[in-house]
């Protein structure tokens, strides 16, 4: 059974930063990319990163140089290191494998400004 667990959200001032966790157990952590995802109050999910099994990088062009998407097959964790945050990447944050249809329960990233 797939289950991705998120953590490291909280409230921070504009220009400040933020580290997401997300430990998944379930799967193969070392063969699956995996993503992050937020989604805003009011507005659909949308794709915020991707790292794949080589370690190769993607990023939505709203965050690009701001977050940076990294793993640790390991532990069996991924993270989202994001910068410069802004009020509008408020939203819940959630990891996803890309193999994988299950969802974690999300982290609440609250920027102020």
């Known amino acids: 059974q797939v289950r991705l667990v998120e953590s490291g959200g909280g409230l921070v001032q504009a220009g400040g930063s933020l580290r997401l966790s997300c430990a998944a157990s379930?799967?193969?952590?070392?063969?699956?990319?995996m993503a992050w995802y937020r989604q805003a109050p009011g507005k659909q999910r949308e794709f915020v990163a991707q790292i794949g099994t080589g370690g190769d990088t993607y990023y939505a062009n709203s965050v690009k140089a701001r977050f940076t998407i990294s793993r640790e097959n390991a532990k069996n964790t991924v993270y989202l290191q994001m910068d410069g945050l802004k009020p509008e990447d408020t939203a819940v944050y959630y990891c996803?494998?890309?193999?994988?249809?299950?969802w974690g329960q999300g982290t609440q990233v609250t920027v102020s400004s």
């Open positions: 996803k494998s890309t193999g994988y249809s299950t």
């Open positions: 379930g799967i193969i952590f070392s063969r699956n990319a």
